[in-house]
T-cell receptor, first 109, second 116 residues
């Protein structure tokens, strides 16, 4: 079966760094996405990885290891507005997104 | 960037009535659109894949006669919740990849449906 696993909730301090992990099992693999979702809003795109390695985009970076079925999202210099749910999603061979349940990130001052 | 709109943003209706939600890709063409439902504190659940010019593909457990999908053009898909019940109250979100490019999906802002 297809499955995406990520922690349910994480807490971090403003200004710090946090890493949100995601492991995936999909039928075929066409890439891995990270989305940010604030409460009551639709998800917004953060990153897409299809090759192994680290992709950096400002304060956010995303890493992929296809051999391990593993990805992480790294958030640096945390700000209060980063408090949100972070969704990991794998794109399978049919180009359907398989969604994780999301990681709720709580930022404390 | 690509923009997807949804209308209405929120709707309250009586039990037994039907509600139509529109999803539009404003500046790109989308042969495929996805409809999701999200209950509070849960992840997105794919309901169906809407295909322009053909029938939608429904996920297991989603009643196609209750959730009618019409993808009449390359920029518009509609989801009609028929004979709505309180348990249909949810956040409905559509998304669309650019035609031929699945490297990113663009989400609509969502429609919050409350059935009384």
């Amino acid at each position: 079966g297809q499955n995406i696993d990520q922690p349910t909730e994480m807490t971090a301090t403003e200004g710090a760094i946090v890493q949100i992990n995601c492991t995936y099992q999909t039928s075929g693999f066409n890439g891995l996405f990270w989305y940010q979702q604030h409460a009551g809003e639709a998800p917004t795109f953060l990153s897409y990885n299809v090759l192994d390695g680290l992709e950096e985009k400002g304060r956010f970076s995303s890493f992929l290891s296809r051999s391990k079925g593993y990805s992480y999202l790294l958030l640096k210099e945390l700000q209060m507005k980063d408090s949100a749910s972070y969704l990991c999603a794998g794109l399978d061979s049919n180009y359907q997104l398989i969604w994780g349940a999301g990681t709720k990130l709580i930022i404390k001052p | 960037g690509a923009v997807v709109s949804q209308h209405p943003s929120w709707v309250i209706c009586k039990s037994g009535t039907s509600v139509k939600i529109e999803c539009r890709s404003l500046d790109f063409q989308a042969t495929t659109m996805f409809w999701y439902r999200q209950f509070p504190k849960q992840s997105l659940m794919l309901m169906a894949t809407s295909n322009e010019g053909s029938k939608a593909t429904y996920e297991q457990g989603v009643e196609k006669d209750k959730f009618l999908i019409n993808h009449a053009s390359l920029t518009l898909s509609t989801l009609t919740v028929t004979s709505a019940h309180p348990e249909d109250s949810s956040f409905y979100i559509c998304s669309a990849p650019r035609q031929g490019d699945y490297n990113e999906q663009f989400f609509g802002p969502g429609t919050r449906l409350t059935v009384l």
